[in-house]
């Protein structure tokens, strides 16, 4: 199959890949991001570089100036979606996440509008956000110091963002549907980052008839979709086209204005997996990104005691924490973005796909060909970030003290298709750290020393280690 793919253009050089099997032998399965970075692989082939995921060759880019020189020089070419095996059994190229061409376009247009026109509604997105940390808070505070695991508290309150815009309501946190659709969410991304689901990104043109736990991300991913389903009818049920209340009835007006056009892209298939892609991205990302922070933190007790500072210094103990503090809070800033570069969410970030043959240093990619482009290794440039392995704040601070930008900071990639939901993130996570860390200090169960801060998993995702903490009032 390779031979095929490969005829018209000239890819990077690579390992030889046996037929069938491609790299399997230079990839590991457990350990993919991994085995392109610290294997020999980046080493010898430079930056740029061809592996074969089973019989598919993907074009792998490594570091800042690789990435941007494709996903923002070029972005243009660089603007498809790649084959992600482990869920396009689900989405078969439908939902903004995953569709390529006018159908990608349409769908993204659309969600960005819908997702601005909620934020300058009658309540803004930020009070959305201040509403839920408030109800997170009354959760913690019941929690009277005593350990607890914070990952559903955390996607609970994170979601109901998210799920205010496209539902049009939050949920209870005691409502046993919710965290039933929240333990879906959290499984998938897991099992996403399996070795199981690595290795099906190589062979699922086989594996898709096998049976195995590589199946599981399908099952969990259907149920996701039936739920989305009803809620959908729940909506067309009840809809005024007038009044629309939330995401699902803005994309169903469009869908009566179209019914009359055959081709549209506003059909029933992409409302639903436009709308589970954004309640699935807007969720785990953000919690886990919080939830790792907390790890981080509590290993750096000084970096918490300054945030701390801060805090008292410009909100204050009372009132709630706003958007607009944080240009006066560099430290708490910078300590953010320091924790969303070593977290590294999305390691190998969402495959990318090459929309015609693309000329790239030299070699020419034939379109369709797919292309990862490792965040990771960008959020970990050693030319761009002087301890690239270690916590350290000061890699977003100037000598005084005042915020820095760093161009390699990439968590929500960058391009055509950077992330569609970056502005409600940042804001998530400035207001949801500051929030809580007014209210309360950290307290770990083990000596800050001792806490291992290597993800459970690394595929997909970089999953964080299960912890305990204790929230202690302040
Ligand atoms: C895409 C990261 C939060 C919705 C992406 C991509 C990354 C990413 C790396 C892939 C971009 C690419 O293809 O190159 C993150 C991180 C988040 C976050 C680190 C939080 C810390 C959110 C939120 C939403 C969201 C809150 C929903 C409101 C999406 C959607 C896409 C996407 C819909 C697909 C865009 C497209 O294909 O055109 N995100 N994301 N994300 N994200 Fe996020």
Redesign the pocket.
């Known amino acids: 199959a390779w031979k095929r793919m490969n005829k018209a253009g000239k890819l990077p050089p690579g390992p030889t890949p046996i037929p069938f099997l491609g790299n399997l032998l230079q990839v590991r399965t457990d350990a993919t991001f991994q085995s392109f970075m610290k294997s020999k692989l980046r080493e010898k082939y430079g930056p740029v570089f061809t592996v074969y995921m089973g019989p598919r060759p993907v074009v792998v880019l490594c570091g800042h100036e690789a990435v941007k020189e494709a ?1 923002v020089d070029q972005a243009d070419e660089f603007s498809g ?1 790649g084959e992600l095996a482990s869920i396009e059994r689900n989405f078969q190229g439908h939902g ?4 390529n061409g006018e159908r ?1 376009r349409i ?2 247009r659309f ?1 960005l509008t819908i ?1 601005r026109d909620f934020g300058m509604g009658k309540r803004s997105i930020e009070e959305r956000i201040q509403e839920e940390a408030g109800y997170l808070l009354e959760e913690f505070r019941k929690t009277k110091g005593a350990p607890i695991d914070p990952t559903f508290l955390l996607s609970r309150t ?1 979601s109901n ?2 799920s205010s ?1 496209v539902f049009g309501s939050r949920f209870d946190y005691e409502d046993k549907q919710f965290l039933n659709l929240l333990r879906l969410i959290n499984e998938s991304f897991t099992e996403m980052s399996t070795p199981w689901a690595q290795l099906y990104d190589m062979y699922s043109g086989v594996m898709q008839y096998l049976p195995g736990r590589h199946n599981r991300v399908y099952y969990l991913i259907e149920k996701l979709k039936d739920f989305i389903a009803s809620r959908v009818k729940i909506n067309e049920a009840s809809f005024d086209s007038q009044n629309p209340r939330d995401f699902i009835d803005c994309f169903l007006i469009k869908m009566h204005q179209d019914k009359n056009n055959p081709r549209t892209e506003f059909n029933l298939k992409n409302l639903v997996l ?1 709308t589970l ?3 699935f ?3 785990e ?2 919690s ?2 919080l939830r790792y922070g907390f790890l981080l933190l509590m290993k750096h007790p000084e970096v918490e005691a300054r945030i701390h500072e801060e805090i008292n210094q410009v909100i204050g103990p009372h009132r709630l924490p706003s958007v607009d503090d944080r240009v006066k809070m560099p430290y708490t800033d910078a300590v953010i973005h320091e924790i ?1 570069r070593l977290v590294d ?2 390691p190998m ?4 796909n090459v929309v015609r043959d693309t000329q790239f240093r030299g070699y020419l990619l034939p379109k369709g060909t797919d292309v990862f ?1 490792l ?1 990771g290794s960008v959020l970990k440039d050693p030319k761009y970030f002087r301890y690239p392995d270690a916590f350290y704040p000061q890699h977003f601070l100037d000598e005084q003290g005042r915020f820095k930008k760093n161009e390699a900071f ?13 502005a ?3 804001m ?2 400035f207001l949801y750290f500051t929030s809580i860390l007014q209210n309360f200090s950290l307290r770990s169960l083990v000596p800050p020393g001792d806490i291992d801060i290597n993800p459970k998993l690394s595929g997909f995702g970089n999953i964080p280690p299960t912890y305990e903490l204790c929230l202690v009032a302040r």
């Open positions: 996903l979606r903004v996440a995953l569709a990608w769908l993204r969600s997702l994170v963002v998210i815009v436009t892609n954004l309640f991205a807007g969720t990302t953000v886990s990104t969303q969410i999305v970030g969402v495959p990318h482009p965040l990439v968590p929500f990639s960058s391009g055509k298709r950077i992330c569609l939901g970056e409600m993130a940042r998530e996570l």
